[in-house]
């Protein structure tokens, strides 16, 4: 019995060793074995990251998008030698939904680094690889203090109806820090703090404990004439700051510098106020325009009514003026083509109403134009086309009325198609098949799209290339007047008697309010006449026999 207990047990033994060396065996090839959760999706990478600087402070930014779409994208960007961003919802980050975006407002002449990454519903592509480039200065550098140099870099916004853009997060600064200066961005926007030396004349310290009555006074006085602590404390309580979702040292004797979204200079003058997405109530207080040096106004994503202040016009260093997504009404001002210095115009989400006043024109360095989403109406401005710098124009979401220069499919226009305006071509065109335009007597150069409208037979245009006059008659046009014709609202004089149309007259004729010759007699027109049109100096509606419309 004993001896075979021992060759069960030797037996047993035995196994055991074979069973474990053929795990050592195997153990080596398990380990060489990818892990599949690190491998990345080739699919997902990203590839092509260029960025280019042709233009003071800002960087160009475009990247080859990857073979899997993406939901967003993450964009971050530092200083070269400095770390980039460690949070993704903070400052230094932008979260474009298409491979390209614009940066502004950062430091002239000083290198940054750049990188990007695609984000998924579950997963993330790793980081491209950095790219880093000296950002272009102006021919001219301005001058800068020696106590605080120029801000942190931020981002622009390349999409100004974007859902996805976090609001800016800061610090609050100690008192001995001055925060920097910088432009805003649609992504989050980076905020750096600086350690400066006192100047001779220290920032004073002032009580701030105004009363609420004291406060809503100051809202009201002429730009100017209050100091900039109590313009920032009329903002707070003119706008419900004890509901702010964050409001760090505010209405505290700390310098301004300290109090949470003011960014000010070495000598402590406001040159930038962010309360992006920050609870605000109320109203823009006037006293707003007391902060001679502001450069940067950020209060969008709140819940602000009233008006747009035209007392905004006197922050003559203004850059960046920011109020969408909030529930802003009447007009915009015409005081605010004022403001020179103004890159980035950003009223989209409000309530306002009326055209856009032609003072805007005299916003020449204008790169962002944003009024989507609003109520506006009247004409098509035209002068959008003489802004030789504008690169991104959001107009969706009003109700325009004329045509578009089609030099303006030529810049980055997201959302332009969604005016739904045709180009005065498209408007031209579409009156050409409407009437027949192969069998027309004469169509000289109708159909070729590379000459001009001033060289479509029939047509004239001003300096401007836009139609002044279009005259065909008795050219053998059949049909019917299209309603697109009404969107040529530049137009002087008509001329298109003689032929064979029928059909009515387009109550949309009656937008071309600068008709003054109007031609429609010897056709087979029916109907009644839109009762704006009996209004031109020189027309032959009589001979039409047709009631004017009720």
Same mark, same amino acid.
């Given at each position: 019995?004993?001896?075979?207990?021992?060759?069960?047990?030797?037996?047993?033994?035995?196994?055991?060793?074979?069973?474990?060396?053929?795990?050592?065996?195997?153990?080596?090839?398990?380990?060489?074995?990818?892990?599949?959760?690190?491998?990345?999706?080739?699919?997902?990478a990203i590839s092509g990251l260029r960025v280019n600087s042709s233009r003071p402070g800002v960087l160009e930014v475009s990247w080859d998008a990857p073979a899997?779409?993406?939901?967003?994208?993450?964009?971050?960007?530092?200083?070269?030698?400095?770390?980039?961003?460690?949070?993704?919802?903070?400052?230094?980050?932008?979260?474009?939904?298409?491979?390209?975006?614009?940066?502004?407002?950062?430091?002239?002449g000083v290198r940054y680094k750049v990188r990007v990454r695609a984000l998924y519903e579950s997963s993330e592509s790793d980081w491209s690889g950095p790219v880093?480039? $000296?950002?272009?200065?102006?021919?001219?550098?301005?001058?800068?203090?020696?106590? $605080?140099?120029?801000?942190?870099?931020?981002?622009?916004?390349?999409?100004?109806?974007?859902?996805?853009v976090s609001e800016s997060e800061s610090s609050d600064v100690e008192a001995n820090t001055v925060a920097m200066p910088a432009a805003p961005s649609a992504g989050?926007?980076?905020?750096?703090?600086?350690?400066?030396?006192?100047?001779?004349?220290?920032?004073?310290?002032?009580?701030? $404990?105004?009363?609420? @009555?004291?406060?809503?006074?100051?809202?009201?006085?002429?730009?100017?004439?209050?100091?900039?602590?109590?313009?920032?404390?009329?903002?707070?309580?003119?706008?419900?700051?004890?509901?702010?979702?964050?409001?760090?040292?505010?209405?505290?004797?700390?310098?301004?510098?300290?109090?949470?979204?003011?960014?000010?200079?070495?000598?402590?003058?406001?040159?930038?106020?962010?309360?992006?997405?920050?609870?605000?109530?109320?109203?823009?207080?006037?006293?707003?325009?007391?902060?001679?040096?502001?450069?940067?106004?950020?209060?969008?994503?709140?819940?602000?009514?009233?008006?747009?202040?035209?007392?905004?016009?006197?922050?003559? $260093?203004?850059?960046?003026?920011?109020?969408?997504?909030?529930?802003?009404?009447?007009?915009?001002?015409?005081?605010?083509?004022?403001?020179?210095?103004?890159?980035?115009?950003?009223?989209?989400?409000?309530?306002?109403?009326?055209?856009?006043?032609?003072?805007?024109?005299?916003?020449?360095?204008?790169?962002?134009?944003?009024?989507?989403?609003?109520?506006?109406?009247?004409?098509?401005?035209?002068?959008?086309?003489?802004?030789?710098?504008?690169?991104?124009?959001?107009?969706?979401?009003?109700?325009?009325?004329?045509?578009?220069?089609?030099?303006?499919?030529?810049?980055?226009?997201?959302?332009?198609?969604?005016?739904?305006?045709?180009?005065?071509?498209?408007?031209?065109?579409?009156?050409?098949?409407?009437?027949?335009?192969?069998?027309?007597?004469?169509?000289?150069?109708?159909?070729?799209?590379?000459?001009?409208?001033?060289?479509?037979?029939?047509?004239?245009?001003?300096?401007?290339?836009?139609?002044?006059?279009?005259?065909?008659?008795?050219?053998?046009?059949?049909?019917?007047?299209?309603?697109?014709?009404?969107?040529?609202?530049?137009?002087?004089?008509?001329?298109?008697?003689?032929?064979?149309?029928?059909?009515?007259?387009?109550?949309?004729?009656?937008?071309?309010?600068?008709?003054?010759?109007?031609?429609?007699?010897?056709?087979?027109? @029916?109907?009644?006449?839109?009762?704006?049109?009996?209004?031109?100096?020189?027309?032959?509606?009589?001979?039409?026999?047709?009631?004017?419309?009720?």
């Open positions: 019995m004993l001896k075979k207990n021992q060759i069960r047990l030797a037996l047993f033994v035995l196994g055991a060793w074979l069973v474990l060396a053929a795990v050592m065996a195997v153990l080596p090839s398990l380990s060489s074995l990818p892990d599949t959760e690190l491998v990345e999706d080739s699919s997902q899997d779409p993406p939901l967003e994208y993450q964009l971050t960007w530092a200083r070269v030698g400095e770390s980039f961003p460690a949070r993704s919802d903070g400052p230094g980050n932008a979260y474009p939904t298409i491979p390209s975006q614009l940066i502004t407002g950062l430091d002239q880093e480039i $000296a950002v272009a200065s102006s021919s001219v550098a301005p001058a800068a203090s020696t106590d $605080a140099p120029t801000g942190p870099p931020r981002n622009l916004k390349a999409q100004v109806t974007h859902n996805g989050p926007t980076p905020k750096r703090s600086l350690s400066a030396a006192p100047t001779a004349s220290p920032i004073p310290t002032v009580t701030t $404990a105004l009363s609420a @009555t004291r406060a809503q006074s100051l809202g009201s006085v002429l730009p100017g004439s209050i100091s900039e602590r109590d313009a920032l404390v009329a903002v707070y309580h003119a706008t419900g700051g004890e509901n702010w979702a964050r409001d760090g040292n505010w209405l505290t004797d700390k310098p301004l510098g300290a109090w949470r979204g003011v960014t000010t200079d070495g000598n402590g003058s406001v040159t930038e106020l962010d309360l992006n997405r920050n609870l605000l109530s109320g109203y823009i207080p006037a006293g707003l325009g007391s902060l001679p040096n502001l450069r940067v106004l950020r209060i969008s994503g709140n819940n602000l009514e009233g008006t747009v202040p035209a007392g905004l016009s006197n922050l003559s $260093a203004l850059t960046n003026l920011e109020l969408d997504d909030n529930n802003l009404s009447g007009s915009i001002p015409a005081e605010l083509g004022n403001l020179s210095n103004l890159t980035w115009l950003d009223l989209s989400g409000n309530d306002l109403s009326g055209p856009i006043p032609t003072e805007l024109s005299q916003l020449t360095r204008l790169t962002v134009f944003a009024l989507s989403d609003n109520g506006l109406t009247g004409k098509f401005p035209w002068w959008l086309n003489e802004l030789d710098d504008l690169l991104i124009l959001h107009l969706s979401g009003n109700h325009f009325t004329g045509c578009m220069p089609a030099d303006l499919l030529s810049i980055w226009i997201e959302d332009l198609s969604s005016t739904r305006l045709p180009t005065c071509r498209e408007a031209l065109i579409t009156f050409y098949f409407a009437t027949g335009g192969a069998q027309w007597e004469n169509s000289t150069n109708w159909r070729d799209s590379a000459a001009s409208l001033a060289q479509w037979f029939g047509v004239k245009t001003d300096d401007d290339g836009r139609v002044t006059a279009l005259e065909l008659p008795e050219n053998r046009l059949v049909g019917t007047l299209p309603p697109r014709l009404g969107a040529l609202i530049h137009l002087e004089l008509l001329d298109l008697s003689g032929n064979e149309l029928v059909g009515s007259i387009p109550p949309e004729l009656g937008n071309l309010t600068s008709l003054s010759t109007l031609y429609l007699g010897g056709n087979r027109l @029916t109907g009644c006449v839109p009762a704006s049109l009996r209004e031109i100096d020189n027309n032959d509606l009589n001979s039409l026999g047709l009631d004017y419309c009720q």
